[in-house]
Each structure stands twice: as C-alpha cells, then as structure tokens.
C-alpha cells in the first residue's frame, strides 16, 4: 500500500468516526428536546392570591412631560417615570374608584416622596392609610383586607403594588411589566422594603367580592342523598 492509499484509508477512518460521534450527539440532543420536564420543573405554586388584581386595571408606568416636571421645580428637565402614581392608579381601580383612578391619571406625573403623596390625596379628599416606617402588620392588614397596597422597593427608587403576603411568599405587581405577577420569598421582599424607606400606601375603600368557587351539583356527588321537594 501506498502512501496515497494510506491517506485515504485514514481520511475514510476519521470520517467513519466523526460521523459516529455526530450520530450520537445528535441522539443526545433528540432526547433532551423531546425528554418531559421532571414535575419540579413545572411545579408552580397554587396560590389563590389575596388581591386578585385584573389586567384591566393594572396600570402601566408612564413617563412625566419634562416641562411640567420642570414647573414642578425640579432640579432637572429630562422626564421620569411615574411608578407612585400608577401604582395608586392600580388601587384605586381595584378597590372600586375607576373615575378616581382615570383623574389622577391625568394630573399626575413623576417621582413623588411620601410627603408629597399625603399632600396630594388629602388634596383630592381620598381616603387612605399609610406607613412610613416599615411596619409589616400595614402590609399584613393591607393584604388580607384585599385591599393590596403601594409599597417601595430598590432603595426607594421604585414602587410596586403588593397584592399577596402569605406566611412564606410575597406577590407584587410592578407597574413596568404589570402583565404578571413576581414572587418573591417573604423576609427578603420585607428586607428590601425596610430598606427602601418602608413606605406602604392604600386607600381605604371596598375591593370587589372574591371570586366564587365553582358551584357542585348533586350530580357531582353520586353518593349524596336526595332531598325529595314536599308537595
């Protein structure tokens, strides 16, 4: 043989044995694609959440118009987001004050401090509830009323809604993607509120009923017994 035979022989070799190699990567691959993800993998929890806020009335962040942020003498031009104001757009929708909500949506824009929050919804003669000072039983009240509340995250430079609070998670909505809902381990949210000034805010009126549960006929239950209607 050849040294140009050997060549070929050893061409057709390394072929022979990449194309094993990629037959069985690709086998690999084929079976991580179609493989079931494990239960822990799809596991969610089975929360009912306390404030069931709907799509419809969660208000999205907006930005303020720089000029009427300037009238407002701050010492700036550029706009700002507007995170205070949808989050009480949020609760005073959900809690039944949708002309309210639509109002103060158009007068109100930009960053606002607690001070500045009271003054406004006392303005208004809206009635609310507040905590500055990071008092858990506001948001433990707050959540199992229904009502939610505004609360302050990333070091006070952002507020979202908080519509759950249970013994182990905490739900919050954020006015910057309020299509869903983020989980967050209870003491770590309630940590991070502390720091954030510990500023929680609702108003004090009536959130809708909570939604009924599915209604069993007798049917559902074989076994039941029959009341028999008297004449």
């Given at each position: 043989?050849?040294?140009?035979?050997?060549?070929?022989?050893?061409?057709?070799?390394?072929?022979?044995?990449?194309?094993?190699?990629?037959?069985r990567?690709?086998?690999?691959v084929?079976?991580?694609?179609?493989?079931?993800?494990?239960?822990?993998?799809?596991?969610?929890?089975r929360?009912?959440v306390?404030?069931?806020?709907?799509?419809?009335?969660?208000?999205?962040?907006?930005?303020?118009?720089?000029r009427?942020t300037?009238?407002?003498?701050?010492?700036?031009?550029?706009p700002?987001?507007?995170?205070v104001?949808?989050?009480l757009?949020?609760?005073?929708?959900?809690?039944?004050?949708?002309?309210?909500?639509?109002?103060?949506?158009?007068?109100?824009?930009?960053?606002?401090s607690?001070?500045?929050?009271?003054?406004?919804l006392?303005?208004?003669?809206?009635?609310?509830?507040?905590?500055?000072?990071?008092?858990?039983?506001?948001?433990?009240?707050?959540?199992?009323?229904?009502r939610?509340?505004?609360?302050?995250?990333?070091?006070?430079?952002?507020?979202?809604?908080?519509?759950?609070?249970?013994?182990?998670?905490?739900?919050?909505?954020?006015?910057?993607?309020?299509?869903?809902i983020?989980?967050?381990?209870?003491?770590?949210?309630?940590?991070?509120?502390?720091a954030?000034?510990?500023?929680?805010?609702?108003?004090?009126?009536?959130?809708?009923?909570?939604?009924?549960?599915?209604?069993?006929?007798?049917?559902?239950?074989?076994?039941?017994?029959?009341?028999?209607?008297?004449?």
């Amino acid at each position: 043989m050849n040294d140009r035979a050997r060549l070929h022989l050893l061409i057709a070799v390394l072929l022979a044995a990449a194309a094993v190699e990629c037959g069985r990567l690709m086998h690999a691959v084929r079976a991580t694609l179609h493989a079931r993800p494990t239960a822990a993998a799809t596991a969610t929890p089975r929360v009912t959440v306390q404030a069931a806020i709907p799509l419809r009335d969660r208000v999205p962040n907006w930005n303020s118009d720089p000029r009427w942020t300037f009238r407002r003498a701050l010492p700036r031009f550029e706009p700002e987001g507007s995170c205070v104001h949808a989050t009480l757009c949020t609760l005073l929708n959900w809690q039944g004050r949708r002309a309210t909500a639509a109002w103060w949506r158009t007068h109100h824009a930009g960053g606002c401090s607690a001070p500045e929050a009271a003054a406004e919804l006392d303005r208004a003669r809206l009635k609310w509830a507040a905590t500055t000072d990071g008092d858990e039983r506001f948001l433990e009240w707050a959540t199992r009323t229904r009502r939610a509340c505004a609360v302050t995250v990333q070091a006070g430079q952002h507020m979202v809604v908080l519509a759950h609070l249970d013994d182990r998670r905490a739900g919050l909505i954020d006015p910057n993607a309020p299509d869903r809902i983020d989980w967050r381990d209870r003491a770590e949210f309630v940590h991070e509120w502390r720091a954030s000034t510990g500023w929680a805010v609702t108003f004090i009126y009536d959130p809708p009923p909570p939604a009924p549960q599915r209604s069993h006929s007798v049917r559902d239950f074989p076994h039941a017994t029959r009341t028999r209607r008297t004449p």
